[in-house]
């Protein structure tokens, strides 16, 4: 099968991170289309251009904790999913070979093994696994998993969408695993755990739908916002 995307590897994460600040990276397509709680259109426009940097979140205890979590959370999934086999490329850039300005990092690279495997892929069959690790406080934050049955935050989903249009692949499978540090006197000094896998099927019209959205609203950006060296507008909350 001839893969819709380069594969650009790096040894060092400061070439890394060069190479793909050069794309629209599957983190970036909240903010293109609006959904991002976290960054607009505008902070992106300045992060591409070059005019301010992005915040480094690294320090922050619920990041530190789901950086070195990762491959834990990973190896996880493979035990409580035992369907594929998964491939980590930490300082590969995938960049769509259709739209070059679209790229992916990956968290982990699937593939089918199970011919028995719940959703009727065939055995060899490609996609995506996203992890998704850190805390919440709230029960009205874990809402964004926990709402309803299947249910993939907006941010996150169009994300899953991006890794679709840059790899061609046939479903990205989201791996969730939030934590609660304990604060109240039944939690007897231990953390809550939370964890939650969401699949997106590419094979799904409305997904397809949703890819070809997504793609038109990204090359709208690249063309009228960072080719044209034009910020977006800032929206305002009224």
């Known amino acids: 099968m001839v893969e819709a995307f380069y594969r650009k590897s790096f040894l060092k994460r400061e070439d890394w991170l060069a190479e793909r600040n050069r794309h629209l990276q599957a983190s970036d397509a909240a903010s293109i289309d609006g959904s991002s709680p976290w960054k607009s259109a505008a902070e992106l426009y300045d992060e591409k251009m070059g005019i301010f940097p992005s915040e480094d979140i690294s320090g922050k205890p619920y990041v530190k904790y789901g950086i070195k979590m990762e491959p834990v959370a990973r190896e996880a999934f493979m035990l409580d999913v035992p369907y594929f086999s998964l491939e980590y490329n930490q300082y590969d850039i995938l960049e769509s070979k259709k739209r070059s300005y679209m790229g992916a990092t990956l968290d982990g690279e699937l593939t089918v093994t199970s011919p028995m495997n719940p959703w009727g892929f065939p055995v060899g069959t490609k996609g995506v696994y996203e992890g998704k690790t850190g805390g919440w406080t709230k029960q009205s934050h874990l809402y964004s998993w926990d709402g309803t049955e299947n249910y993939i935050p907006p ?41 939650f896998y969401r699949i997106i099927d590419r094979r799904s019209r409305a997904v397809q739908e949703d890819i070809r959205l997504l793609e038109d609203e990204e090359e709208a950006f690249w063309e009228k916002h960072i080719l044209a060296h034009r910020r977006p507008a800032r929206r305002i909350a009224i």
């Open 155 to 195: 941010y996150y989903y169009v994300q899953g969408l991006h890794q679709l249009s840059v790899t061609g692949w046939d479903f990205v499978i989201f791996g969730a695993r939030l934590k609660r540090d304990p604060f109240r006197d039944e939690d007897q000094g231990f953390p809550e755990i939370r964890t």
